[in-house]
């Protein structure tokens, strides 16, 4: 049977949001390149428009990381799969992350990344969840707060399904 999601976010509005946020980072960083760090896959799409709407110099890298034991409760213990392919030194890095939930991820990950030698890092997710947040993690950019809700759709799963879809929607459990 299939699962039922009710539409949050239109492909529309976060499209616009996406371009507001590379409009942003393009200002920010003027004069400046800057490297985005895409952690998938929940952020594949989302570091791809982004990418498109930036207009200062990109280059652009992917990893992957996940959480020991249960998949659905971040545990704070983070295990990279996928390493960057090039180094991070001297370079403006923004991670690029689908949505900061606990913060878990992003704690471990900026604290690993920041001792690479970059010039400076950012953050930028497409959702953040503050309610549900166990550790300070600053969020530089973000597309949408929302509340605590489990959401699906560009890029985001459930149980590897549902990434495909254009808008980003609330499933039912
Ligand atoms: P954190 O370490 O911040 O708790 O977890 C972040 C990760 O949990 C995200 O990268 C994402 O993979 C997953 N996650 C958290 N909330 C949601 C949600 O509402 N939907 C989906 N699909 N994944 C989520």
Redesign the pocket.
Known sequence: MDDKISVLYSEETINARIKEIGEQISRDYAGKSVHLVG?LK?ATFFTCELAKRITVPVTMDFMSVS?YGDSTE?SGIVRITKDLDDPLEGKNVIVV??????????SYLLDNLQKRGVDSLRLCALLN?PERREKDVVVDYTGFEIPD????GYG???AQKYRNLPYIGIIEP
Not at 97 to 106: A, M, R, Y
Not at 149 to 152: C, L, Q
Request: proline letters at 0%; zero cysteines.
């Open positions: 952690i929940g959480s971040s992350e689908d949505i900061v939930d606990t913060g878990n991820t992003l969840k809700a489990f959401v699906v985001l799963d459930y």
